[in-house]
């Protein structure tokens, strides 16, 4: 056995190859697996095309059990969900720049004045409604002589590095914005009025006189003591805090970009808001120099919404866009300057009233612009069914006063002394100013009247619209806007101690009549009285034509399907009161469960 064993061990050590054996067993393979495809495939090819169509049959049922379960879970799960604003999103908003500061106080582009009512608070704001309401005053008392004004403020406010805004706050600012050496353009308003302490949440103010719109004099940004305090009045502007600003609104500031083409002012939602933290998580604040950037911008979704655009035809027809119109308390006019030689006769004034056709001029802008005759926002005063109205088109009258005036007709011009008749017309950089230009050389061009334009772009460094044209009154005729407010209160643009190179009083106009009832206006705190007054003025400035009222102006707001900002039915006093429902806006949609 032990034999055997060995052999048997050294056969396995050494194994021997039988190529016939192997053929044989490859042989014998083949032949099983030929024999089991025939019986098992082959044969059974018949009955797989018998029952092909009972297999698509289930096939289809399967399919169709499926698309009704995802329906009925896509029902189920609407009847129980919505589609609402996410929270915590990024909103990026485009609006015409430059930004040079963020300091609220020397804010003058839209981009910048956008920035501070975001980053900084007021004591008083308007809300969705257009009316003024506490923002951070709880309450206000005034005197039984309507001269002196009593505020209380909340006490929950922070700034944004966490300090507490109080009165002293409040002080500080009106006490710089009084200081020359600060030069703020909100001084004027307040050299006659004095501030009083009384402790950290109240104040109160005192006025020389009545002024019954007071109140909406109280929407200046509140700037932080702690911060400005060892800062020179005359170093505010150039201070890194125009860079850099601490405030206490709803958004505060986190760092800013520059790109080619546009700056960028990135925000975040400040936490310890006293009204509530926003839905927005960040905001950006996109400043172009162009509204042909902006379009731009929309189209590549480079910003979700924006401001600014007074042609909207193009954006308007982009997919998921949609554009809001919202009235605003401004108005679009042209002014004539009473002190040129050809527009001191009021028969020439008159004239150009009667003979240009407003009503057309609007058609041609789009957008539904409001009619504006007046120098009041439709809708002030309360005896809008019994104000005078504009005279009506009449190009005959309009004519025959030029006659009378002495401008007799030569061939196609008019002259006068043998001088022609020829009207200077500026007007800023915009698409809708020089359509309404277009119409006045349209109109005026039968009646003999020749028109010179200039259009000056603000964009551009090198022309400053302000001390060039605006306060040497460097024109015949101005087409301009005037940021009228939410109070009747018109006294800053037609009374006449306002004619000066510092007043607004673009027309120069004198009318002892207007003075008396813009100053009788203004004292009188009662609301129908100074209707009476207002009213007596608006005759006297229809009659005298200082102005052709051409149309109330709007916000025209872009926005993206995928945001939610402006309510429908939000009144606004300014552009920049879109953002009275800020804490509300989302960018971005999530599905949350309906309550029952």
Do not use: C
Not at 101 to 119: F, K, M, Q
């Amino acid at each position: 056995m032990e034999d055997d064993d060995k052999n048997k061990w050294r056969r396995f050590q050494r194994p021997q190859f039988d190529s016939k054996h192997v053929a044989k067993r490859a042989r014998k393979a083949e032949t099983a697996t030929i024999r089991h495809a025939r019986k098992f495939i082959t044969k059974r090819l018949d009955n797989i095309q018998e029952v092909r169509r009972l297999v698509a049959f289930w096939l289809a049922g399967i399919a169709i059990l499926i698309l009704a379960v995802g329906a009925q879970l896509m029902w189920f799960q609407n009847s129980y969900t919505t589609q609402t604003g996410a929270s915590d999103g990024t909103y990026a908003e485009a609006t015409l720049g430059p930004i040079n500061t963020l300091n609220p106080l020397y804010a003058s582009s839209s981009a910048e004045i956008s920035a501070s009512r975001l980053i900084f608070s007021s004591l008083f704001s308007y809300d969705t409604t257009g009316h003024l309401n506490g923002d951070l005053v709880k309450t206000m008392t005034t005197s039984a002589d309507g001269t002196s004004y009593t505020v209380n403020l909340r006490s929950d406010v922070k700034w944004h590095d966490d300090a507490t805004l109080t009165a002293k706050d409040v002080l500080f600012t009106v006490n710089l914005i009084k200081n020359p050496e600060a030069r703020s353009s909100l001084r004027t308003q307040w050299q006659d009025v004095s501030l009083k302490l009384i402790n950290d949440t109240t104040l109160e103010f005192k006025l020389p006189s009545v002024y019954a719109a007071f109140p909406h004099a109280l929407t200046f940004p509140i700037l932080p003591e702690h911060k400005l305090k060892d800062v020179a009045p005359s170093a505010l502007r150039e201070n890194s805090f125009s860079l850099s600003p601490i405030g206490s609104g709803p958004f505060e500031y986190r760092l800013a970009q520059t790109s080619e083409d546009h700056k960028i002012v990135n925000l975040s939602a400040f936490e310890h808001y006293y009204k509530g933290v926003p839905k927005l998580g960040r905001f950006e604040l996109h400043a172009y120099s162009k509204q042909d950037n902006i379009i731009s911008a929309l189209r590549t979704g480079q910003v979700n919404a924006a401001a600014d655009l007074s042609d909207v035809s193009v954006a308007s027809s982009m997919k998921n866009y949609v554009v809001h119109y919202a009235p605003v308390n401004d108005g679009v006019y042209a002014f004539f300057n009473t002190a040129q030689p050809a527009l001191k006769d009021v028969k020439v004034r008159q004239a150009l009233q009667q003979s240009l056709d407003v009503g057309a001029i609007r058609k041609t802008l789009g957008g539904g612009k409001t009619p504006l005759d007046l120098p009041f926002v439709n809708g002030q005063l309360k005896v809008d069914d019994t104000l005078p109205k504009a005279s009506a088109l009449n190009i005959k009258n309009a004519n025959s006063l030029l006659d009378q005036a002495g401008w007799k007709r030569e061939g196609t011009e008019r002259k006068k002394d043998g001088q022609p008749l020829i009207l200077s017309v500026v007007t800023t950089k915009n698409a809708q100013y020089q359509k309404i230009i277009d119409g006045m050389k349209k109109d005026w061009a039968p009646l003999g009247v020749k028109l010179q334009t200039t259009v000056v772009d603000t964009s551009d460094p090198t022309q400053d619209f302000t001390q060039n044209i605006l306060q040497p009154r460097a024109y015949d005729v101005l087409v301009y806007e005037l940021s009228i407010g939410a109070d009747p209160d018109v006294y800053a643009f037609w009374h006449s101690s306002q004619v000066g190179q510092r007043g607004l009083n673009l027309s120069v106009y004198t009318s002892g009549v207007a003075d008396d009832a813009l100053t009788s206006a203004r004292a009188r705190s009662e609301p129908e009285l100074r209707d009476i007054k207002y009213k007596a003025f608006a005759r006297q400035w229809l009659n005298d034509v200082p102005a052709i009222g051409l149309y109330q102006s709007s916000l025209q707001y872009v926005e993206s399907k995928q945001v939610t900002a402006l309510e429908d039915e939000q009144k606004l006093v300014s552009p920049y009161d879109r953002y009275s429902s800020i804490l509300y806006w989302t960018a971005g949609r999530a599905s949350v469960y309906k309550t029952p």
